[in-house]
């Protein structure tokens, strides 16, 4: 364990945020990391708990508890208070494929779960795991570990999200030959594009996908399994083939006015900014721009806050977010103890600057759009918003949110931004396939496995639960790679956990 009095001698430390009328001038990451020393008092506060809740990724009250890929928290966290930063990374490297990532992107359940959190500020868990993977960079220890045997099975992996690269990454070590299959120009799926720039910069990506080239991982991008790259094809040139697509079918909004010109998918807005980024410092002008724009933001999620943060550093006129949902309490409510996940009200990074900017939290709780109004031209230029309230249904006994009556209103806008989350899996993949999809239309399997209804093809990711966390590709992606090489090998030493 850490310490013994550490958790009493030292407060919880994370690393400093750039101010947010500073960090909005440009769409790099903005937190400064602890030093060496400040990180292992960190590590010093953890007390290896007899039941290490951190660690344990249990579903409670339908949400999970702890991380999902059962992270080796106290131990890494005991070995960086004592200095041994080589061994603090291999035992995060045990079981997180990409430490890099979800140390950025992470909403950390570990965190939630910590009994230092029970009773006053958890171990900052998050902080801990990035200073062990950037350290191992810095120091070498992350550098590229080739297989020494090649088995001579070939494995196509089709999408390069979190859940794609986590099953490469894994089959690739048991010394099968894998090649992933990308159809966007850049490797990474939802980590490149769906993901600002300023929660993950981009270089970190790259930097580990280099690493992965050497150890022998082949990435081809361009390459649209469904369409341009038939099935056929890969059926017949590898052993097995993995789907890891993702589910990017935007849930619409279908009210009147839809039609309008000036409404987007959250996704399209975010990736269109990034790939502009990144192709041209958004010189090129290929972006949807939300500058001089009154634009509302309908979704209140972690994508709706992305796009607050992006159309903020486009320089919006305003910016609203409509939440169908109540405001969450910001403490905990009795009837959500510890450790399950905290149901509380978050203000993240996008709306910190829209309250540095435009003085007030862009969120407006219980309202959804009822119209979508244009002008003579067919433009975008208002809503029509109506207040909601929660009742229950007398069939289910379930709560719904239902319209109040006569609380309708307008509102000004020439962008509108819908970030209602997602459907499930793009079906002209599922089709080229022919695999059978769920009610939920994600890729059916039987539970806990992950073949699908075809010989030979499995499936991951979102694609397979639906649109979830990254820590939670990664662990499908760790699991699919161990079925895969069952079926191959006969056997399989792959870790999930």
Request: proline share 5%; charged share 25%; net charge neutral.
């Amino acid at each position: 364990m850490g310490k013994p009095t550490g958790f009493m001698d030292y407060e919880r430390e994370t690393a400093k945020a750039v101010s947010p009328k500073e960090r909005i001038k440009n769409f790099n990451e903005f937190h400064t990391p602890l030093s060496k020393e400040e990180q292992q008092k960190q590590g010093a506060r953890c007390m290896n708990c007899g039941v290490p809740f951190c660690q344990s990724g249990e579903m409670i009250s339908g949400m999970a508890s702890g991380c999902p890929l059962h992270n080796l928290v106290p131990e890494w966290n005991d070995l960086v208070y004592s200095g041994n930063w080589e061994q603090a990374y291999n035992r995060l490297k045990k079981t997180n494929n990409f430490p890099e990532f979800t140390s950025r992107v992470c909403p950390a359940l570990c965190e939630a779960a910590c009994t230092c959190g029970h009773w006053g500020d958890s171990v900052s868990v998050k902080e801990n795991e990035h200073g062990i993977i950037e350290n191992a960079y810095e120091q070498g220890y992350a550098a590229a570990k080739p297989p020494k045997v090649r088995t001579g099975k070939r494995v196509a992996v089709v999408g390069s999200g979190p859940a794609g690269l986590a099953a490469a990454d894994q089959l690739n070590k048991r010394g099968h030959q894998v090649t992933v299959f990308e159809r966007d120009d850049r490797v990474g799926g939802l980590l490149m594009y769906g993901i600002p720039n300023m929660k993950l910069q981009k270089e970190v990506i790259d930097r580990k996908i280099n690493v992965m080239k050497e150890e022998g991982i082949e990435f081809v991008t361009g390459a649209n399994v469904g369409k341009e790259v038939k099935p056929a094809k890969l059926l017949k040139e590898y052993d097995r083939v993995i789907l890891a697509c993702g589910a990017k079918n935007p849930r619409d909004i279908n009210a009147p006015g839809r039609d309008a010109k000036g409404i987007y998918f959250a996704v399209d807005f975010l990736s269109a900014t990034t790939k502009s980024l990144l192709d041209s410092g958004l010189k090129d002008n290929k972006y949807i721009s939300a500058k001089g724009k009154k634009v509302v933001i309908i979704g209140g999620g972690d994508t709706g806050n992305d796009c607050v943060g992006t159309c903020i550093r486009h320089g919006a006129a305003s910016v609203t977010q409509l939440e169908m949902m109540p405001k969450a309490p910001d403490t905990r409510a009795e009837d959500n103890p510890w450790p399950e996940w905290p149901k509380v009200c978050k203000t993240d990074y996008g709306q910190e600057e829209a309250i540095a900017v435009f003085g007030q939290d862009p969120r407006i709780y219980t309202t959804t759009v009822k119209e979508f109004l244009k002008d003579k031209n067919g433009n975008l230029c208002g809503l029509k918003v109506v207040k909601l309230e929660g009742k229950k249904d007398e069939k289910t006994g379930r709560m719904q949110m239902v319209e109040v009556p006569g609380s309708e209103s307008k509102m000004d806008a020439d962008l509108v931004l819908i970030a209602a989350g997602f459907l499930g899996t793009q079906k002209y993949v599922a089709d080229a396939f022919g695999v059978e999809l769920n009610q939920r239309t994600n890729v059916a399997t039987e539970a806990g496995k992950y073949a699908t209804s075809v010989p030979n093809v499995y499936t991951a990711g979102d694609m397979h639960r639906g649109q979830s966390l990254v820590v939670w590709a990664i662990r499908e992606g760790r699991e699919v790679a161990r079925e895969v090489d069952e079926s191959l090998m006969g056997y399989s030493y792959l870790s999930v956990q």
